[in-house]
């Protein structure tokens, strides 16, 4: 039986992949991390975290106790908190704004990788898995623009290639990647709906569907890329 945790579980992905993991007959606990801390039923223990709060992060990782089988990173933010953004041009550019979305999209998610990668078991198949996008491909960028957020996801998965090398040495079954979920009909991505092919907006049901049988296919020699939905490695 597996032991997992959600951090993000009260967003639209998050919450999809919580309830799925509990439906599972292999999971035997489904930590859910939110801001709100939420209620747990069944498989699902809640647990209050702040993702800028690294005290409470620390705090929830040591409630929760080794060993975790999965650690999926949930979290991530498109626009300001006011709702500004993104970024169409360089001029539109800001220190507070680049500051917040780094925050949000790297450095919280990265101190988590710090508490919960000792989390993992050396002896058997562990992964961690950091949501991150498309856009935050370096190789794939051919429209330019929303600055921070490209930016952001992309040192993301700079640091999660960094992880997965450093996880090898002493995991040697263990595998750290990120995510594309697809685009996915959530308020984050509500506003820039315009233009997707109805086919290619996904629920959150449907994305987080996707991502766990991506997560469940994943060999070591995966480990430090970026994942599609599809199964497809998106490049840096």
Same mark, same amino acid.
């Given at each position: 039986m597996k032991?997992?945790?959600v951090f993000?579980? &009260?967003?639209? +992905?998050g919450?999809a992949?919580t309830t799925?993991l509990a439906?599972?007959?292999d999971? &035997?606990?489904?930590h859910?991390?939110s801001?709100s801390?939420g209620i747990g039923?069944g498989?699902?223990?809640? $647990?209050h975290?702040?993702?800028? /709060?690294?005290?409470? +992060? !620390?705090q929830?990782c040591?409630?929760?106790?080794?060993?975790l /089988?999965l650690v999926i990173v949930a979290t991530?933010r %498109?626009?300001?908190?006011t709702?500004?953004g993104?970024?169409? &041009?360089?001029?539109?550019l800001d220190?507070?704004?680049?500051?917040? %979305?780094y925050?949000?999209n790297?450095?919280g998610?990265a101190?988590?990788a710090r508490h919960?990668?000792p989390?993992?078991?050396?002896?058997r198949?562990?992964t961690?898995a950091?949501? &991150? !996008?498309?856009?935050g491909? +370096?190789?794939?960028?051919?429209?330019?623009? *929303?600055?921070s957020?490209?930016?952001s996801k992309a040192?993301?998965?700079?640091?999660?290639?960094?992880f997965? +090398?450093?996880? !090898?040495?002493? $995991?040697p079954q263990a595998?750290?990647?990120?995510l $594309? =979920?697809?685009?996915?009909d959530? =308020? %984050?991505?509500?506003p820039?709906?315009?233009?997707?092919?109805?086919?290619k907006?996904?629920t959150?049901e449907?994305s987080a569907? $996707? %991502?766990?049988?991506?997560i /469940?296919s994943?060999t070591?020699a995966?480990s430090?890329?970026?994942?599609? *939905? /599809?199964?497809?490695e998106v490049?840096?």
């Amino acid at each position: 039986m597996k032991r997992c945790a959600v951090f993000g579980a &009260s967003g639209g +992905i998050g919450a999809a992949l919580t309830t799925l993991l509990a439906a599972r007959e292999d999971m &035997s606990e489904v930590h859910a991390l939110s801001r709100s801390g939420g209620i747990g039923a069944g498989k699902i223990i809640a $647990h209050h975290f702040d993702l800028l /709060d690294e005290t409470s +992060i !620390a705090q929830a990782c040591q409630g929760i106790g080794a060993p975790l /089988d999965l650690v999926i990173v949930a979290t991530g933010r %498109l626009v300001r908190e006011t709702g500004e953004g993104p970024e169409k &041009s360089w001029r539109a550019l800001d220190a507070a704004a680049m500051a917040e %979305l780094y925050a949000i999209n790297t450095i919280g998610p990265a101190l988590i990788a710090r508490h919960t990668l000792p989390l993992l078991p050396k002896d058997r198949p562990a992964t961690f898995a950091a949501i &991150s !996008a498309r856009v935050g491909s +370096i190789g794939d960028n051919r429209l330019g623009g *929303w600055h921070s957020y490209r930016a952001s996801k992309a040192a993301l998965n700079m640091l999660v290639k960094n992880f997965a +090398i450093e996880l !090898a040495r002493t $995991h040697p079954q263990a595998v750290a990647v990120t995510l $594309h =979920p697809g685009t996915v009909d959530t =308020p %984050l991505s509500r506003p820039f709906q315009r233009g997707v092919a109805p086919e290619k907006l996904f629920t959150p049901e449907r994305s987080a569907g $996707h %991502l766990l049988a991506v997560i /469940d296919s994943l060999t070591p020699a995966q480990s430090g890329k970026m994942i599609a *939905w /599809d199964g497809a490695e998106v490049p840096f």
